[in-house]
């Protein structure tokens, strides 16, 4: 199979990792800092949506002992996080090259899912969020980092794909969610903690 198509070869997907590994971005939130915003236990399962270079899933797997699922649709980003964290010497990372929209986990099976720049990425923002309330246990978190530009200088994905913080919460409530806890960051980003009821 060949999954260079979407990365013009090499030097492409280099230049993705890159990007998403810039120190900047964790400037403007830590993964660190984004990841003890929210309550997660020693023992909780978490899955990382459009994990990218594993920004969140490497941290994430140095926090708990159970399994830390890093999803993407891309081959080779998950291969980068299989060696990143063999590198780490974390055993309980487990990729899964799959979408958003049809997470391969069962029902209640996860305790904390993360979303880093990633929803406004989805064919169907509805079916990414009716996935996650199916796979995420009642109480468990959903936490993402989402971009709202509106209103300001500042440059993010076009304008009709971003998601603003009230869109996110109006959609999130269809599906059981309650927000705990939203704030922006620098660039016109946002963050929104929420609970699955």
């Excluded at 800092?33 to 023992?43: A, C, D, Q, V």
């Excluded at 009716?130 to 936490?143: I, L, M, P, Q």
């Excluded at 109006?170 to 660039?187: H, S, Y």
């Amino acid at each position: 199979m060949n999954h260079h198509h979407n990365h013009h070869g090499e030097a492409g997907f280099k230049r993705k990792v890159d990007y998403l590994d810039r120190p900047e971005r964790s400037e403007v939130l830590s993964p660190e800092g984004f990841l003890t915003s929210i309550p997660i236990e020693k023992t909780a399962s978490i899955l990382d949506l459009g994990a990218g270079t594993g920004f969140l899933t490497i941290p994430a797997a140095k926090l708990v002992d159970n399994t830390v699922f890093a999803l993407d649709l891309d081959a080779e980003m998950l291969k980068l996080i299989e060696e990143k964290a063999k590198e780490a010497e974390l055993a309980n990372v487990q990729t899964l090259e799959a979408s958003m929209e049809a997470i391969p986990l069962e029902a209640s099976s996860v305790d904390v899912v993360l979303a880093s720049l990633v929803l406004h990425e989805a064919s169907s923002l509805e079916n990414v969020l009716s996935d996650v309330s199916r796979v995420v246990k009642t109480d468990g978190y959903f936490a993402c980092v989402e971009f709202d530009t509106k209103g300001t200088d500042l440059k993010g994905p076009p304008m009709e794909i971003q998601i603003s913080a009230v869109k996110l919460r109006e959609e999130l409530a269809r599906f059981g969610f309650e927000v705990v806890k939203n704030w922006q960051l620098d660039e016109g980003m946002y963050v929104s903690i929420v609970v699955k009821k």
